[in-house]
């Protein structure tokens, strides 16, 4: 099985940007605990972070010419913005998993809409850079189910 894991604004600033919400680990932490998980798994995992809404597009449109099997996603605020990329996840078909590393249901009102969330199989929240690993083994179930 092959996942994309796409995160997008300000991921790159874990451990620096408010870590009494988001935690002390490092985006260089995120990356080599789930590359750790994939490797227990015998998962190829690849990893795009960028600040710039089109380029995570550009990033779950070459999922699909990549022939990935499954994406998991945090688009950090995109989340409660971006109907580009929901279209773009809706449009690729792909099983995808949306991640957030803090409880946004308990956050600020306008955490609480994600469009991203309608073209998802799952959400995860809260449970901190931990939850990346729940996504992929939820797509490696769902995945594997349907085989």
Do not use: W
Request: charged share 25%; glycine share 8%.
């Amino acid at each position: 099985m092959k996942f994309v894991v796409i995160n997008g604004s300000n991921l790159n600033m874990l451990g620096i940007r408010e870590p009494d919400i988001y935690g002390r680990e490092t985006y260089a932490d995120l990356v080599e605990r789930v590359k750790k998980h994939a490797e227990e798994k015998q998962v190829e995992v690849s990893f795009v972070q960028s600040n710039h809404e089109g380029d995570l597009v550009d990033a779950i449109q070459q999922a699909f010419f990549d022939k990935a099997d499954g994406i998991i996603i945090n688009p950090g605020a995109y989340t409660h913005t971006s109907i580009a990329i929901l279209d773009a996840v809706k449009a690729v078909k792909i099983p995808t998993v949306e991640v957030h590393i803090s409880k946004v249901d308990e956050r600020e009102d306008f955490r609480q809409v994600s469009y991203i969330r309608q073209a998802c199989v799952k959400t995860v929240t809260g449970m901190g850079i931990e939850g990346y690993n729940m996504a992929m083994d939820h797509l490696m179930g769902l995945l594997g189910e349907k085989q």
